[in-house]
Nanobody, 124 residues
Framework: QVQLVESGGGLVQAGGSLGLSCAAS????????MGWFRQAPGKEPDLVAA????????LYAASVKGRFTISRDNAKNTVYLQMNSLKPEDTAVYYC?????????????????WGQGTQVTVSS
Protein backbone atom coordinates (compact mmCIF):
# COMPACT_ATOMS: atom_id res chain seq x y z
CA GLN A 1 0.00 0.00 0.00
CA VAL A 2 1.16 3.52 -0.75
CA GLN A 3 -0.54 6.84 -0.24
CA LEU A 4 0.31 9.79 -2.45
CA VAL A 5 -0.08 13.52 -1.90
CA GLU A 6 0.66 16.02 -4.66
CA SER A 7 1.62 19.64 -4.22
CA GLY A 8 2.87 22.53 -6.31
CA GLY A 9 0.08 23.21 -8.76
CA GLY A 10 -1.12 26.69 -9.59
CA LEU A 11 -1.54 29.36 -12.22
CA VAL A 12 1.33 30.27 -14.54
CA GLN A 13 1.68 32.23 -17.76
CA ALA A 14 2.51 30.52 -21.02
CA GLY A 15 6.24 30.04 -21.34
CA GLY A 16 6.68 29.82 -17.60
CA SER A 17 7.72 26.98 -15.34
CA LEU A 18 6.14 25.06 -12.52
CA GLY A 19 7.31 22.20 -10.34
CA LEU A 20 5.10 19.48 -8.87
CA SER A 21 5.95 17.21 -5.97
CA CYS A 22 4.38 13.99 -4.80
CA ALA A 23 5.10 12.66 -1.34
CA ALA A 24 4.54 8.95 -0.77
CA SER A 25 3.96 7.05 2.43
CA UNK A 26 5.35 3.61 3.06
CA UNK A 27 8.79 2.05 3.32
CA UNK A 28 8.98 0.44 -0.12
CA UNK A 29 8.81 3.56 -2.27
CA UNK A 30 11.82 2.55 -4.32
CA UNK A 31 10.03 -0.59 -5.50
CA UNK A 32 7.33 1.41 -7.28
CA UNK A 33 7.28 2.82 -10.74
CA MET A 34 6.03 6.39 -10.40
CA GLY A 35 4.06 8.28 -12.96
CA TRP A 36 2.45 11.63 -13.57
CA PHE A 37 -0.84 11.77 -15.38
CA ARG A 38 -2.99 14.71 -16.39
CA GLN A 39 -6.68 14.98 -17.01
CA ALA A 40 -8.29 17.79 -18.95
CA PRO A 41 -12.03 18.45 -18.51
CA GLY A 42 -14.14 15.79 -20.20
CA LYS A 43 -11.17 13.58 -21.01
CA GLU A 44 -9.53 10.48 -19.59
CA PRO A 45 -6.23 10.81 -17.68
CA ASP A 46 -3.21 10.61 -19.96
CA LEU A 47 0.26 9.50 -18.97
CA VAL A 48 2.68 12.43 -18.98
CA ALA A 49 5.83 10.79 -17.65
CA ALA A 50 6.94 7.71 -15.74
CA UNK A 51 10.07 6.64 -13.94
CA UNK A 52 11.20 3.24 -12.72
CA UNK A 53 12.00 2.48 -9.09
CA UNK A 54 15.69 3.27 -9.30
CA UNK A 55 15.17 6.33 -11.44
CA UNK A 56 17.20 4.80 -14.25
CA UNK A 57 14.54 4.64 -16.92
CA UNK A 58 12.01 7.23 -17.96
CA LEU A 59 9.34 7.66 -20.53
CA TYR A 60 7.50 10.78 -21.65
CA ALA A 61 4.48 11.64 -23.70
CA ALA A 62 5.49 13.11 -27.03
CA SER A 63 3.68 16.34 -26.19
CA VAL A 64 5.92 17.07 -23.19
CA LYS A 65 9.24 15.56 -24.20
CA GLY A 66 12.01 18.10 -23.91
CA ARG A 67 9.90 20.39 -21.71
CA PHE A 68 9.04 18.21 -18.68
CA THR A 69 11.39 16.24 -16.45
CA ILE A 70 10.40 13.53 -14.01
CA SER A 71 12.73 12.66 -11.15
CA ARG A 72 12.62 11.01 -7.76
CA ASP A 73 14.38 11.06 -4.42
CA ASN A 74 13.92 7.65 -2.83
CA ALA A 75 15.44 8.84 0.44
CA LYS A 76 12.61 11.39 0.70
CA ASN A 77 9.90 9.16 -0.77
CA THR A 78 9.16 11.90 -3.28
CA VAL A 79 8.72 12.13 -7.02
CA TYR A 80 8.89 15.39 -8.94
CA LEU A 81 7.72 16.80 -12.23
CA GLN A 82 9.50 19.89 -13.48
CA MET A 83 7.50 21.61 -16.20
CA ASN A 84 9.14 24.22 -18.40
CA SER A 85 7.96 26.18 -21.44
CA LEU A 86 4.38 25.63 -20.38
CA LYS A 87 1.59 25.98 -22.91
CA PRO A 88 -2.13 26.61 -22.42
CA GLU A 89 -2.78 23.05 -23.58
CA ASP A 90 -0.86 21.79 -20.54
CA THR A 91 -3.76 22.98 -18.40
CA ALA A 92 -5.19 20.01 -16.50
CA VAL A 93 -5.44 18.30 -13.16
CA TYR A 94 -2.17 16.50 -12.61
CA TYR A 95 -2.11 13.21 -10.72
CA CYS A 96 0.75 11.31 -9.21
CA UNK A 97 0.40 7.52 -9.42
CA UNK A 98 2.32 4.39 -8.43
CA UNK A 99 2.64 1.04 -10.14
CA UNK A 100 4.28 -2.26 -9.19
CA UNK A 101 5.35 -2.87 -12.77
CA UNK A 102 7.70 -1.16 -15.19
CA UNK A 103 7.97 -1.27 -18.92
CA UNK A 104 7.81 1.17 -21.79
CA UNK A 105 4.27 -0.09 -22.31
CA UNK A 106 2.95 1.02 -18.89
CA UNK A 107 -0.37 2.79 -19.00
CA UNK A 108 -3.15 4.06 -16.83
CA UNK A 109 -4.45 0.59 -15.93
CA UNK A 110 -1.05 -0.44 -14.55
CA UNK A 111 -1.14 2.22 -11.85
CA UNK A 112 -3.06 1.09 -8.79
CA UNK A 113 -2.38 3.97 -6.45
CA TRP A 114 -3.33 7.57 -7.13
CA GLY A 115 -3.06 10.92 -5.42
CA GLN A 116 -5.88 13.41 -5.16
CA GLY A 117 -4.60 15.62 -7.98
CA THR A 118 -3.41 19.19 -8.25
CA GLN A 119 -4.65 21.80 -10.71
CA VAL A 120 -2.24 23.35 -13.20
CA THR A 121 -3.55 26.27 -15.23
CA VAL A 122 -1.50 27.91 -17.96
CA SER A 123 -2.79 31.26 -19.18
CA SER A 124 -2.11 32.55 -22.67
Amino acid sequence: QVQLVESGGGLVQAGGSLGLSCAASGSTFSSYTMGWFRQAPGKEPDLVAALDGKGSNTLYAASVKGRFTISRDNAKNTVYLQMNSLKPEDTAVYYCAASIVWGRWVGRRDFGYWGQGTQVTVSS
